[in-house]
């Protein structure tokens, strides 16, 4: 959605109970604020209150994103209330990461390109080469990591000073074909989403479509989630299927799979961008 004046996104979870809209919207009209959207849903398993309000100051009037702040913290306590307050004006900071396979890096920047994804590119790292070159032509500063076994701790807290150095908020795993240790999960928890085809656990390994295809499979699918310490298990952000038959042969899979992880990583990284995902234990809640 298009915003023509500065706007401002603030987000909730707190345990569910009564009065939580009523003071937050209270607070936002104190603050001259006017909501321009609203979304909000209870968590009746987990007894979870979530909401995501997008609002801009009324014209004429000063915009004191302090006191604002200083109100939402005095309503905190009452509510056992986490929140976080967005500006609309200060993209958020995304760092990629891929190795040889180009097509989802290739999506990203074009829509990066086309201002679909308000978002600014930190850096690009990768264990090879390969990829060096497309980076560069968009003028993104691009890190080479190689990753060996023996290598592997030493380069995954260089990726953490880069990701401190360049102020990175978000890292995205763009097919990006390393198995990260459980402490650089822990480290970037729910700042960190990876893409991956939708066939594991059934086909784990090498040449998962062509595994697909000896089994005659109906569907190809794509999974787009934040990173865990649990292999391809963390909270999931968006899936995609297409409808796929007999006639398809292994190429055909793998170019089927190409597109359905390009589309499910762009739309979960557009979610996250716009700060509509909330990681709800090991699901989401997703405000589209």
């Known amino acids: 959605m298009d915003h023509p004046e500065p706007h401002y996104i603030l987000k909730i979870t707190c345990p569910a109970t009564s009065g939580i809209v009523a003071a937050v919207t209270s607070c936002l009209a104190g603050q001259n604020c006017y909501i321009s959207e609203l979304a909000q849903f209870d968590d009746e398993f987990t007894g979870r209150f979530f909401m995501r309000a997008v609002f801009r100051f009324n ?91 023996d290598t592997k701790a030493v380069q995954e807290a260089e990726l953490l000073r880069i990701v401190e150095e360049t102020r990175t908020d978000l890292v995205v795993l763009a097919r990006y074909m390393q198995i990260l240790s459980d ?55 968006e899936q995609e299927i297409q409808r796929v038959d007999h006639t398809h042969r292994p190429d055909s899979l793998v170019a089927i799979g190409r597109d359905t992880e390009t589309v499910a990583l762009s739309k979960a990284l557009k979610y996250h961008l716009e700060h509509r995902v909330f990681i709800n234990q090991d699901k989401t809640v997703i405000f589209r």
């Open 59 to 149: 014209k004429g009037s000063s915009a004191d994103v302090g006191a604002l702040r200083e109100g939402l913290g005095g309503l905190a306590g009452g509510f056992d209330m986490q929140w976080e307050l967005f500006s609309g004006a200060e993209p958020t900071r995304v760092l990629l990461m891929v190795s040889k396979f180009d097509h989802c890096l290739t999506d990203l920047l074009y829509r990066h390109r086309k201002g679909e994804m308000d978002m600014t590119i930190t850096a690009v790292v990768s264990n090879h080469l390969d990829l060096r070159p497309m980076a560069e032509r968009e003028g993104i500063r691009f890190i080479y990591l190689p990753i060996t076994k």
């Open 183 to 237: 402490d650089l999960c822990r480290k970037l928890s729910g700042r960190a989403i990876n893409i991956h085809h939708s066939f594991l656990p059934g086909f784990k390994g090498a040449k998962p479509y062509h595994q697909a295809y000896d089994r005659g499979v109906k569907l190809i699918g794509a999974t787009a989630h934040y990173v865990t310490s649990d292999l391809d298990e963390g909270p999931i952000i």
